[in-house]
């Protein structure tokens, strides 16, 4: 099943280029929080998952809408770093796992969840700055079940769904700009995460999958997603030793080789197989107080 959140954070289930409407199923409440109602869901899944094809809601064209994030408001944003052997050390003194690091040492990071924009939403770069901002392709993954230390071998009866992710990142200059990872990778609309969540009984086997990310056309990142040194079930394993994983959380797990500028005016497109697309433009953020 693929569900969105769409407009005004309104859920839907997607039906070939139409979406129906199951706002309905959430409680009244979470009017007062829309950004919470796909955690509801995600939350309950067990009792409403079963009952969504009998609910009969308003279909709309998929076209006429404005995707939002897939989970607008995860509790828990966590990324893991230098996750792809041909990727370490592709941006030099720019990085900061050094040493030839993998994400086994180096373990994960957090990222802001107010990053998360829709595949509706354009990713903007700070205004005026000349700092160098980078895409980096990565598979997300919703934790539909909570728990704590969660052996690999079990990780995937926790997982809800997957999702195509972008982890924008603005780079470090030595010696000049060095700010912490999570601020460079937090600015608003700075992790594209959709078009819509593939709930996981419809992705039997990660390791047949491959990611693309394309810029103006042109192909700039590839991978098979078997290529990942850390999977999937090894994140949720690690990630759970060290704190509770919730429901409706999101883990970014890591970029393949290709990494490389953008700048306002291009597009970018982001592809994995079963998954979904999302093209997103690059446009510029309005002024802030403090510039970067």
Known sequence: MRLAVFDDHRLGVVEGDEIRDITGLVPAAFDQWPQQRMN????NWAEIGPRLGD??????PLASVTLRAANPAPPQLFAIPANYRAHIGEIGDRSVTTGGRTAREAGFF????GSLSGAGEPITLPAGSTRRFDHECELGVVIGRGGRNIPRERAFEHVFGYACLIDMTMRIERGKFEEDRSLRKSFRTFTPFGPFVVTADEIPDLDTLASRLLVNGEKRQGASLKDMIVS???????ISSVVDIQPGDV???????????VVPGDEVTIEIDSIGE???LIAEA???????
């Open 110 to 113: 957090l990222k802001a969840a």
């Open 40 to 43: 509801w869901l995600i939350r």
């Open 55 to 60: 609910v009969d809601g308003p279909r709309v």
């Open 251 to 261: 883990i970014a797990s890591g970029t393949p080789k290709g990494v490389a500028p």
């Open 278 to 280: 999302m093209t997103l």
């Open 232 to 238: 999937v079930g090894e994140a949720i394993e690690l």
């Open 286 to 292: 309005d002024p802030a107080p403090r510039p970067f």
